[in-house]
């Protein structure tokens, strides 16, 4: 036990990450040595940033406090302290059932914290983060919360309604993030499309990421989260014509067939999909869109999961995630619809769809061959070196995979690559 210490593990997405930091800067200006998903956590102090999204993600939770109560019972941990999604949600539950926590913060009173170890918030450093990515880059959150109510996720319950932060106060931040060297942002949002509506009625992402791209030291921007239903299309001009714009978005469709996406609440149609995807790629030529499937929703029939996957088979998506419908309580679905599709169903339709998705990855990986990137390198691994181009977020996304015995490459700085070969899930280059 390391007196003094601070361990804090994250759980579940970018949005907790970035709280996590934001907790991190506050406790090192505190006089606390922090350390961020320790593979065996040494300080005496313990803080769990958890996820509660869906069964998976609780269940890994629980499974990681359960863990370091047993390690505070045998002395190993001086205090344990829970925040985030799952202890917003559950936060009586958990202080009856894992006592051995000290206290239960929720998804934004965490900064709690402090008081309770004996400390106050440091007013230069607050809205500051102590970003545990690579250096080059960083997650920008822009909202919090989510008012589209789909009928199966637990997100709205948990978080509440959306909520734009300021435009001044991102672009702050991302001044400060540039002066400690990032390069990349990768901007995150529960539904990153809706952002400016809460603030003046409008539609705002478009002249946000566009007053982004004009901050000196920004050199890539790329968008995760966005959903289908009022697409600001102005957004497709700037990514068309800021090359600082990644010609990459990650919109989850979650389905296709209309009674489906009906009974999800989506507000959104089959047809209206379709034409959506045709204007993005008409409007940014070359964008790889990567979006998230579900299967196994209350009533889907195989008539449906046949249209999924020849939707799937249509728009030939470069980057696809997907899981199983899990029931979620205190959802529209899990109040009104029964779970009627059975589990083994479930990871049959799942499996069918990822082997699909897994086909056509391959395919378009393989047509990269002999083509020419830019490259952002995040480490070396064994023999080589891994970088990203504009196609690939951090951590989820196909890598380019450059011999180490060829060149002395630097993190976080950008390379020409041609890629000389692949597989389903990587590339593999050498730097001109």
């Not at 949005?15 to 991190?24: A, Q, R, T």
């Not at 086909?359 to 995040?378: C, H, L, N, R």
């Amino acid at each position: 036990m390391k007196k003094g210490q601070v361990d804090i593990v994250t759980m579940g997405c970018s949005k907790n990450l970035v709280d996590s930091e934001l907790l991190k800067k506050q406790l090192e200006a505190n006089g606390f040595a922090c350390v961020h998903d320790a593979p065996r956590p040494q300080g005496e102090i313990v803080v769990v940033n958890t996820c509660g999204f869906i069964a998976d993600a609780k269940e890994e939770s629980i499974n990681t406090i359960l863990e370091l109560a047993q390690a505070k019972d045998e002395g190993k941990i001086k205090r344990l302290y829970v925040m985030g999604c799952l202890s917003q949600r559950y936060k009586s539950d958990l202080e009856r059932e894992i006592p051995q926590v000290d206290r239960y913060f929720g998804k934004f009173d965490y900064m709690n914290l402090l008081r309770e170890l004996g400390k106050e918030e440091i007013a230069t450093c607050i809205g500051k983060r102590s970003i545990t990515t690579p250096s080059h880059y960083a997650y920008l959150k822009i909202s919090e919360g989510c008012d589209r109510h789909c009928a199966y996720c637990a997100i709205p319950v948990i978080t509440g309604r959306h909520k734009s932060r300021p435009k001044a106060e991102i672009l702050a931040e991302v001044r400060d993030l540039v002066a400690m060297g990032v390069k990349e942002l990768q901007v995150i949002a529960q539904e990153l499309t809706y952002y400016g509506l809460d603030l003046d009625g409008r539609h705002g992402i478009a002249d946000l990421i566009r007053e982004i791209a004009e901050i000196d030291g920004v050199e890539w921007i790329r968008l995760h989260y966005a959903y289908p239903m009022q697409f600001p299309t102005d957004l497709l001009d700037v990514m068309r014509e800021n090359p600082k714009v990644c010609r990459y978005l990650d919109i989850a469709l979650q389905h296709i067939s209309d009674p489906v996406l009906k009974r999800m609440r989506r507000h959104v149609t089959k047809a209206e999909t379709m034409q959506l995807i045709e204007q993005i790629r008409a409007a940014v030529p070359g964008i790889h869109l990567r979006t998230t499937l579900m299967v196994g929703f209350p009533g889907e029939t195989e008539r449906d999961f046949e249209q999924l996957l020849e939707f799937v088979r249509w728009a030939r998506f470069e980057l696809m995630g997907a899981f199983a419908y899990s029931e979620e309580e205190d959802t529209y679905s899990g109040i009104h619809y029964e779970d009627d599709v059975p589990p083994e169903v479930k990871e049959q339709r799942l499996s069918r769809l990822m082997a699909l998705q897994q086909d056509i990855s391959a395919e378009m990986q393989a047509e990269k061959i002999g083509q020419t990137f830019k490259v952002i390198i995040d480490r070396k691994e064994g023999n080589y070196y891994v970088g990203r181009s504009e196609f690939s977020s951090p951590e989820v996304d196909p890598e380019v995979l450059i011999p180490a015995s060829e060149n002395r490459l630097r993190r976080g700085h950008f390379y020409n690559v041609r890629i000389t070969d692949s597989d389903e899930f990587d590339l593999y280059g050498v730097v001109e």
